[in-house]
Structure formats: structure tokens, C-alpha cells
């Protein structure tokens, strides 16, 4: 905890209000009335998906730097 995000206040600490993290309506007039940018095509990956997949490619360059330098070929 921070004071950089929470002020102290004579109760204790208060924290500041939160700031929306969809940046697409900062880039986005209101007087317009955009439709949302979405993408239809686009699937979103689970979080064990995701782990599952750069773990597997840490563990792919792992094994590769292992073999390479066991046989000489980065020696």
C-alpha cells in the first residue's frame, strides 16, 4: 500500500476512485456514438490455456539451450 493511492483521511486511509481501463472509450468521441470496437473472430484464451502455452515454450527453450550446449553446438 502506497500513499500514492491512498490519501490519508482522519479515519484512516481512503482510497482514490478507480480508474476504467477500457482505453477504446478514451479513443472514442461521445458526440459520435461509435459502435464498441469488437472482434468478432477473435477467441479469448483461458488463463490455464495461456500458462500452459508459455510455460511449454520456457520449458521448449530450456531443453534446447540444455541439448545445445551438452553437445557442443553453442560451446
Known amino acids: 500500500m502506497s500513499l500514492k493511492l491512498y490519501r490519508p483521511v482522519p479515519g484512516g486511509l481512503e ?3 478507480v480508474e476504467e481501463r477500457d482505453w ?3 479513443l472514442r468521441s461521445p458526440r459520435w456514438s ?3 470496437l469488437a472482434n468478432p473472430e477473435a477467441q479469448e484464451a ?3 490455456g ?3 502455452l508459455f510455460g511449454g515454450l520456457a520449458a521448449a527453450t530450456f531443453v534446447l539451450l540444455v541439448l545445445g550446449y551438452a ?3 553453442w560451446g
Open 15 to 17: 482510497p482514490n476512485p
Open 24 to 26: 477504446r472509450r478514451r
Open 46 to 48: 483461458s488463463p490455464l
Open 71 to 73: 553437445t557442443g553446438f
Open 50 to 52: 495461456a500458462v500452459l
Open 34 to 36: 461509435a459502435a464498441r
